[in-house]
């Protein structure tokens, strides 16, 4: 972990501990940290910007219900909050039983390709690399945004979706194995 790693990680935690005792401003500060990511997030996971602009409220309501309860452990707090997000999206597919895709889903700030995974993804072109997931399994669909546009970690995306790290590898896996045999065979 880089130092300015650690630095941002201690005030996170600075952060999170004034908005656990209700401070305002932290609380505040906290929902625009997170906003872009986590309306990306869920932009991405249900298709329309109506559904995930509500949601995205929804995922901040709950965060501030629930934040007296949060607990540092393993995972980082914007796991913890992507979780919330994940829950929403995942009830809202339950209730709804539909999925409408636009054409332009946004791209989270921030985003860094630095692993040779990403680069060849990168390679494939963000279009095209939308279309050919959409072929995937809804899983194997998350771990991928999860893990490559949003730079969470195997055990950051195991949190988020309620799985083990074992299980969030093995979707990883049989997902870009999916994706080579499909690039292979086009």
């Known amino acids: 972990m880089s130092p300015n790693t650690a630095v941002r990680t201690a005030d996170l935690r600075r952060l999170v501990d004034r908005a656990q005792r209700g401070q305002r401003e932290a609380l505040e500060e906290l929902y625009l940290l997170h906003f872009d990511r986590v309306y990306s997030y869920l ?6 910007r109506h559904d995930a602009e509500d949601l995205t409220t929804q995922t901040f309501l709950k965060m501030l219900e629930a934040i007296g309860r949060f607990k540092w452990q393993k995972a980082p707090f914007s796991a913890w909050l992507f979780r919330i997000a994940h829950n929403l999206a995942m009830d809202h597919f339950r209730a709804t039983r539909r999925w409408q895709p636009e054409e332009d889903v946004p791209e989270p700030d921030g985003a ?3 692993s040779a995974e990403e680069a060849a993804l990168e390679s494939i072109g963000r279009r095209s690399m939308l279309r050919l997931i959409e072929n995937l399994s809804p899983e194997q669909q998350q771990v991928l945004t999860l893990k490559f546009v949003f730079s969470f970690s195997n055990g950051e995306a195991a949190t988020i979706l309620g799985k083990t790290e074992g299980a969030v590898k093995s979707l990883q896996h049989r997902a870009l194995v999916s994706l080579q045999k499909q690039i292979t065979s086009s």
């Open 112 to 114: 860094e390709e630095s």
């Open 43 to 48: 932009h991405m996971s249900v298709g329309n």
